[in-house]
């Protein structure tokens, strides 16, 4: 590995902090006060989440931020009143380093601590898993200033009832954290002094896994929203999507078969 990517993976100083706990990449938003994202911002982001997809040694990453207030309210409106423009260069992911990564094929878990509105909705809605605290609310705002919420006009109605997003959407609404984990929203409610703790338990058991296999999940799933489902079904059977043809022809694979067999924990090589 560069000295680059170490650094960019343990970063200590800037808007983005990270770090690595074994197999696990925790990434940090910490820009004071509402951890809002400019293009600098954003691109130190993509570059984070790419050296996260290319370095082998990295089986999951968690996305937080810090303080107990803000998650993220996406797009920084003081930045873009001194210059930034809203369609500039945000970055090898696009806005946030995640949205647009291609074959971003490890899972990424949201710790959400706060408030999670707008463009940070829309991060989230990027990752894996959500895991919210008690006290973290979301909307989609935009409505309210005369834009659309782009990316979450087009996954929202996927992942909850098309009725609940479309209020949000068009009304701004704010919804709390119950009611997002009773649409399905998020996954969990998390006490806000037990969230990254519970986040890092989840990564753990996530690093532990077949990592082939949640690359595989990871293609799959994105490779079937634009597709039919016998389209998708054949590209897998016939091999034809990049990481199922990595796992069947896999060490992994064969490890998994005989450890059921022999009743026994697999040993996990990612080969």
């Known amino acids: 590995m560069t000295k680059n990517k170490v650094s960019i993976l343990n970063l200590n100083e800037g808007p983005i902090k990270t770090k690595t706990i074994g197999k696990i990449l925790v990434v940090t938003i910490d820009r004071p006060k509402a ?55 945000y970055g090898v992911g696009g806005f946030g380093g995640l949205q647009e990564l291609p074959n971003m094929n490890k899972p990424v878990i949201a710790a959400i601590n706060g408030i999670c509105c707008g463009g940070g909705l829309e991060i989230a809605l990027s990752c894996d898993i959500i895991l919210a605290s008690e006290t973290a609310t979301f909307a989609l705002p935009e409505i309210n200033s005369g834009t659309v919420a782009d990316a979450a006009s087009i996954k929202l109605p996927k992942r909850i009832p098309y009725h609940i997003a479309m209020e949000m959407l068009i009304t701004g609404r704010w919804v709390n954290a119950k009611e997002a984990a009773n649409w399905g929203l998020i996954n969990h409610i998390i006490p806000q002094h037990k969230l990254v703790q519970s986040a890092l338990k989840m990564a753990k058991e996530i690093a532990n896994g077949p990592p082939l296999v949640m690359s595989a999940i990871k293609e799959v799933v994105r490779e079937s929203e634009a597709r039919q489902f016998q389209d998708i079904l054949n590209k897998i059977t016939k091999r034809q999507l990049p990481t199922i043809d990595n796992l069947y022809g896999s060490e992994d694979l064969l490890e998994g078969q005989k450890a059921f067999v022999e009743k026994r924990k697999p040993n996990w090589k990612g080969k």
């Open 35 to 89: 951890n809002a994202i400019d293009l600098k911002t954003s691109r130190i982001m993509g570059d984070i989440f790419k050296s996260l997809r290319d370095d082998k040694r990295l089986r999951v990453a968690i996305l937080t931020a810090s303080g107990e207030k803000f998650f993220c309210p996406g797009w920084d409106l003081k930045a873009a009143s001194e210059g930034d423009a809203v369609d500039g260069d």
